[in-house]
T-cell receptor, first 114, second 114 residues
Framework: DAKTTQPTSMDCAEGRAANLPCNHS???????VYWYRQIHSQGPQYIIHGLKNNETNEMASLIITEDRKSSTLILPHATLRDTAVYYCIVRATISNFGNEKLTFGTGTRLTIIP | DSGVTQTPKHLITATGQRVTLRCSPRSGDLSVYWYQQSLDQGLQFLIQ???????AKGNILERFSAQQFPDLHSELNLSSLELGDSALYFC?????????????FGEGSWLTVV
């Protein structure tokens, strides 16, 4: 799996949009970008994933650059409950034995400020 | 609620002992993954099972073993426990063992070895 680079930490004011960047410059054409978050030792929570088009769901939006070397997760109206560690993960689309797992990096610790 | 159930939620045991952690995957999910998260390390992949068969192995110690039963629940057995085995152990599941399917995590089992 391609490696990802994320800022160690970020702050965002409550009610504002939180934009979390991720660099995955070595991503290949058959790899998804996944985002998960972990709220204080709870189980990691799936947020969103995409291949090359921008994606939106009820939790967030995912913007992937045209060259696919970076992406941004957007939480449109951050609340205090969005304080968590956010993980950007690259994952193969085509299954070979052993590559379906998620490989977590260190993620970005996002703190929402009241 | 992700639909992945883990028991027990908390466990305290002594060094040298053996424990079993149990995971019930989401209804219909065939693939089960086990992860370890200790204070000084991130989320580390241990092992994956798919429909009863071992599919991928990560940094799992020889003292640890897992299996997936015909009803698809899984157990992680940890033996000859050491202080350093104290960690959060997460189980996750997905519909099939291929990368197009989202992986959902349970809330974890806290293991404290004293």
């Amino acid at each position: 799996d391609a490696k990802t680079t994320q800022p160690t930490s970020m702050d965002c004011a409550e009610g504002r949009a939180a934009n979390l960047p991720c660099n995955h410059s070595t991503i290949s054409g058959n790899e998804y970008v996944y985002w998960y978050r972990q709220i204080h030792s709870q189980g990691p929570q799936y947020i969103i994933h995409g291949l090359k088009n921008n994606e939106t769901n009820e939790m967030a939006s995912l913007i992937i650059t045209e060259d696919r070397k970076s992406s941004t997760l957007i939480l449109p109206h951050a609340t205090l409950r969005d304080t968590a560690v956010y993980y950007c993960i690259v994952r193969a689309t085509i299954s070979n034995f052993g590559n379906e797992k998620l490989t977590f990096g260190t993620g970005t610790r996002l703190t929402i400020i009241p | 609620d992700s639909g992945v159930t883990q028991t027990p939620k908390h466990l305290i045991t002594a060094t040298g002992q053996r424990v079993t952690l149990r995971c019930s995957p989401r209804s219909g999910d065939l693939s089960v993954y086990w992860y370890q998260q200790s204070l000084d390390q991130g989320l580390q992949f241990l092992i994956q099972y798919y429909n009863g068969e071992e599919r991928a192995k990560g940094n799992i110690l020889e003292r640890f073993s897992a299996q997936q039963f015909p009803d698809l629940h899984s157990e992680l057995n940890l033996s000859s426990l050491e202080l350093g085995d104290s960690a959060l152990y997460f189980c996750a599941s997905s519909v099939q063992g291929y990368s197009g399917n989202t992986i959902y995590f349970g809330e974890g089992s806290w293991l404290t070895v004293v």
